[in-house]
């Protein structure tokens, strides 16, 4: 298939010339667009990322410790930095939205441009293996410093969570979209957090499943936080 001129343009940017040029074209198409989405070029693409950046922060910050690495990869991933790096990328102009989606200012919208980055080196993963998949990581992050500073900043919900939970020798907490509300174009997610030793469930509501479990996991530090559970729980 031909691609676009935009996609064209993409394509050089990111230094990969796809193989399938199907799977850039679906990596840039939202829900609302078609039933042939993003989501789990998404799905795999998270996945790819977070195992690039170990990769590298274990490179370039070898003196620092395992919870200090957690942190740091944790910002470098989050929803903000992903949202920076695409448009540092052009990925808004190259988006696949639904009318409405596009009313609505899906282009601009956070949410929206993070998950399509993931699912960008998700698609390139699946074109070329992982070695260029991590290539491309390696050039989105080169313009940011990376410095054991970055662990002091705040930490996430679920990263919180999940060392309250270890430092007490718990399992991780297991979390599942319960509903999906309104429409494609403007979806929030309704997603609960159990912590299955206490049998303790949270809710919480984002415009992402990654906002819904990070609410989620809000609400469970806050319970556990203010009601801890007995050694028995």
Known sequence: MALSPELQALQKRLGHPF????LLERALTHRSFTADHNERLEFLGDSVLNLAV?????????????????????????????????????????LRLGDGEKRS???KRPSIL?????AIIGAVYLDAGFEVAAALVRQLYSGVELSAQMSAMGKDPKTELQE???ARKMK??????????????????????TITETG????????????GEQAAAAAMLQQLLSSPPSRRS
Request: charged fraction near 25%; include cysteine.
């Open 19 to 22: 193989s399938n040029p199907r």
């Open 172 to 193: 991780l907490p297991v979390y599942r979209v319960v509903a999906t509300l309104g429409e494609a174009h403007k979806q929030t997610f309704d997603v609960e957090c």
């Open 114 to 118: 993070a998950d399509a980055l993931e």
């Open 105 to 107: 200012g899906g282009q």
């Open 200 to 211: 303790r469930s949270e809710r919480g509501i984002g415009a992402s499943r990654r906002a």
């Open 164 to 166: 309250w939970l270890q």
């Open 54 to 94: 170990s990769g590298l922060l274990f490179e370039k910050l070898d003196r620092l410790p395992e919870g200090d690495l957690s942190r740091v990869r944790a910002n470098l991933v989050k929803q903000d930095t992903l949202f920076e790096l695409a448009n540092t990328l052009g990925v808004s102009q190259c």
